[in-house]
């Protein structure tokens, strides 16, 4: 009968510098310049999140810039317009993905094709026809259809153009891609036309997908849970469970008793377990929607940090501000700060500053203070760039 493999014990600075590493955020540039930059970081990092809030720039060329210090907007646009080697899917969210992983969300559209979209359960078969003729005779944003009667939203984010259901509908059975954006203004073309294909490939299987799904967490996260790998996708858990038990049997993975973490398994790759120093001269404001943070729980047990996203809390009863981003100095995340970007002014505005963590000690604080400020000025250029 063979033994259980050895748990390896990790503090939670041990697994910070892990998942920084991973993150690739104890570089200042790890990925280069240039739109291969970007599809080089979303290869690497698996997804980088979309999202409409722009009281800063938005979150998907947020989380860019912060492992890419001379990203450019277009450098995006050029990934996923003109090279192809990025484009949008949902992940957890809205994301912008490898064009590599495309297999991997084909049974995820196949379905919505077969069953529908409970977000789009509304949209009518004439709809879809509609918009399909229209797309197969060029790209087309919601603004070329202009003869839309407009209906009552069933929801808060749903459109009363049912053009715009229907085209939603059509991305996520994979009959459309979205082949550019100008601000959140969607191109949507075929997807077959825009990739050059004469068909779409082979999808994956299910165990290929739970791989995938590993595979991805284990380069981007360093140490991992089944919460961390199957983050909102808890119908995986089970399959994937059943990988990482085999991974461990065959030596490829090692069981790690994580600081703090009381019963919830981690496992990581050996080679990932190698120190990794990071300066605690670098310094990252960070997007909420950052791979680092968006998984709050697991923020909280590595970095001991809760962040609090107040977008949709009343003013009154809100602790770090309506957009507060957290700021990483070394291996700690020591403020949040909650800034506006006043375009129209041309400067970005501090409309709070909160101390967290080792921030909240008084000794050191003016040197921490000044390292920040210096990033607030590149984090401002970058936001009134272009």
């Known amino acids: 009968m063979s033994r259980a493999p050895k748990l390896l014990s990790l503090t939670t600075t041990q697994a910070r510098q892990i998942w920084l590493h991973a993150q690739r955020l104890d570089q200042r540039a790890p990925f280069g310049a240039g739109a291969q930059a970007v599809a080089d970081a979303v290869a690497h990092l698996g997804y980088v999140q979309i999202d409409t809030i722009n009281v800063i720039e938005r979150c998907h060329h947020h989380i860019l810039f912060s492992r890419i210090p001379s990203y450019r907007r277009a450098d995006l646009r050029h990934a996923q317009s003109v090279d192809k080697r990025v484009f949008e899917y949902w992940t957890h969210a809205l994301s912008y993905v490898p064009a590599d992983d495309f297999r991997f969300f084909l049974p995820a559209m196949r379905e919505h094709r077969r069953e529908g979209h409970k977000w789009f359960a509304s949209v009518k078969p004439a709809d879809t026809r509609k918009v399909m003729r229209l797309v197969r005779a060029g790209p087309l944003t919601i603004r070329d259809i202009e003869d839309d009667v407009l209906t009552e939203k069933e929801h808060l984010w749903q459109s009363r153009k049912p053009s715009k259901r229907a085209l939603q509908l059509a991305f996520y059975t994979g009959a459309v891609t979205i082949s550019e954006r100008q601000g959140m203004l969607k191109t949507y073309e075929l997807m077959t036309r825009h990739f050059g294909w004469d068909k779409l490939p082979r999808p994956a299987s299910a165990r290929e997908i739970s791989s995938y799904l590993l595979d991805r967490a284990l380069r981007s996260q360093g140490v991992v849970s089944l919460d961390s790998i199957c983050h ?104 949040a700060l909650d800034l506006k970007t006043d375009r129209q002014a041309k400067k970005l505005l501090m409309q709070k500053w909160t101390w967290v963590g080792q921030g909240k000690k008084t000794a050191g604080r003016k040197e921490l203070k000044r390292v920040i400020e210096d990033e607030l000025d590149r984090f401002e250029q970058f936001q009134l760039a272009e």
Do not use: C
């Open 232 to 335: 909102l996708d808890a119908p995986r858990k089970k399959a994937v469970a059943s990988l990482i038990a085999a991974r461990v049997r065959r030596g490829e993975l090692v069981p790690i008793a994580l600081e703090g973490a009381g019963k919830q398994e981690h496992w990581a790759l050996p080679a990932a377990l190698e120190p990794h120093d990071v300066s605690p001269d670098l310094v990252h404001i960070l997007s909420p929607f950052d791979p680092l943070i968006i998984q709050r729980k697991r923020t909280n047990l590595i970095f001991g940090y809760n962040h609090l996203f107040e977008a949709y809390v009343p003013k009154a009863k809100r602790k770090l501000g309506y957009f507060a981003l957290p700021v990483l100095v070394g291996d700690e995340i020591v403020a």
